[in-house]
């Protein structure tokens, strides 16, 4: 993740086009996370995990053998499916897992451990990815990284899935048969809810602006204060280990201050941030770039808690974290779009002030509009 952006523009590519191959990705979530979270429910979360380590194998291959658009998009495209198979699947396979155990409630626990120690993997690949590339080419680390994609399929074959059979009237079991059916069901169920379309319009924001950074800015903002490239793995080990830090005191974080005030903190650390990264232009800026990490920990463990809660069928679970993250990830698709036009007609900095502003809009209005739990 620290490299690519710089792997792209070595491989002769500019922000825009580097900007077209991300939207693409996210784009084809349009496409892939419906269909791929139903599949998750109907086929299995193991195998679907399974099938996306695989996919993700292959993208990683064709990437080093691309040295033009259309290569490393058709790699995007991979990576977009391998990802979508993975979205959502994960967060469903933990919670059923838990409620086999009856032990749902210690999710957000869990969870929050669970993202610490994906953080910890990301500042290890930091520290290798710095390694690699101050002493050899930046593509060796998308070789090393599809040796860890054959490590994780062994670790995912190793899984044992035991999905929970809630008890209910099943109501819509007929309509449930097809897929179609499946879908529509899931969707009823998350516009019923407004606290559901709530949440899922708030993580689309978080998501945005996480990913405004780790995507699309945080690279050529390094570039612009003239780093090293060795020094893009290391700024991403601050900030996986901080975001770890944070992460596995999630659950912590949020009795001190109340879930109202944790909602707030998180999107809050990411306007001040991109908002000192646009006006400052000393390594000082450094600075606000970790304060992200305070979001980036945080994120995922309190709002896919609170998300989980208010699913009630099990069985669509999966397709309803698929829907959550096609709302998300969409959203980002037309941003990266715009980010990458910025970055190439008018700077990093006034793409860090555009981030700030809509990290500030987006938050008033969710606030101005919140439901009443």
């Keep these: ?8 523009y070595e491989r002769g590519l500019n922000f825009t086009e580097i ?9 084809l979530f349009l496409i892939f996370e419906l269909p791929t979270g139903i599949l998750a429910d109907k086929i299995g979360r193991k195998n679907t995990i399974i099938l996306g380590v695989i996919t993700k194998f292959t993208a990683l291959i064709i990437s080093v053998f691309s040295f033009s658009l259309i290569p490393f998009i058709f790699a995007e495209i991979l990576f977009s499916l391998a990802r979508a198979l993975e979205s959502g699947t994960g967060s469903a396979f933990l919670y059923d897992s838990l409620l086999y155990v009856k032990q749902e409630n210690n999710y957000k626990k869990i969870q929050g451990k669970a993202y610490s120690m994906h953080l910890i993997g990301n500042t290890l690949g930091g520290i290798f990815g710095a390694l690699i590339a101050y002493f050899s080419a930046i593509s060796n680390i998308y070789i090393l990284s599809a040796f ?6 062994f670790v995912a074959i190793s899984f044992k899935e035991k999905i929970p059979q809630p008890e209910y009237a099943d109501i819509l079991s007929q309509e449930l048969k097809t897929c179609s059916g499946h879908l529509f069901s899931s969707i009823k169920d998350v516009i019923k809810s407004r606290l559901i379309i709530w949440i ?4 689309s924001l978080v998501f945005v602006l996480i990913r405004a950074n780790l995507i699309s800015l945080q690279q050529p903002f390094l570039l612009f204060l003239l780093m090293p490239k060795f020094i893009f793995g290391l700024v991403d080990i601050v900030i996986s280990l901080g975001g770890a830090l944070f992460s596995y005191f999630a ?32 390594k000082f800026a450094l600075l606000f770039l970790f304060l992200q990490m ?32 096609l709302i998300a990830r969409g959203s980002f698709a037309f941003f990266a779009l715009l980010l990458g036009f910025i970055l190439d007609n008018y700077g990093v900095q006034n793409a860090c002030l555009l981030t700030a502003g809509l990290a500030s809009m987006g938050m008033f209005l969710l606030f101005l509009f919140r439901p009443v739990r």
Excluded: H, W
């Design 19 to 27: 900007a077209i191959t991300q939207s693409v990705y996210y784009f």
């Design 251 to 282: 659950e912590s974080i949020e009795k001190y201050f109340g879930f109202g005030k944790t909602l707030i903190l998180i999107p809050c650390t990411l306007f001040i941030s991109f908002l000192g990264m646009g006006i400052f232009q000393s």
């Design 294 to 325: 305070i979001a980036v920990g945080i994120n995922v463990p309190i709002i896919r808690d609170f998300l989980q809660k208010q699913i009630k069928d099990s069985r669509k679970r999966a397709t309803i974290l698929s829907i959550e993250s």
């Design 1 to 8: 993740m620290p490299f690519y952006i710089v792997f792209m």
């Design 200 to 203: 899922i319009l708030y993580s």
């Design 148 to 153: 860890m994609a054959i490590g994780a399929f």
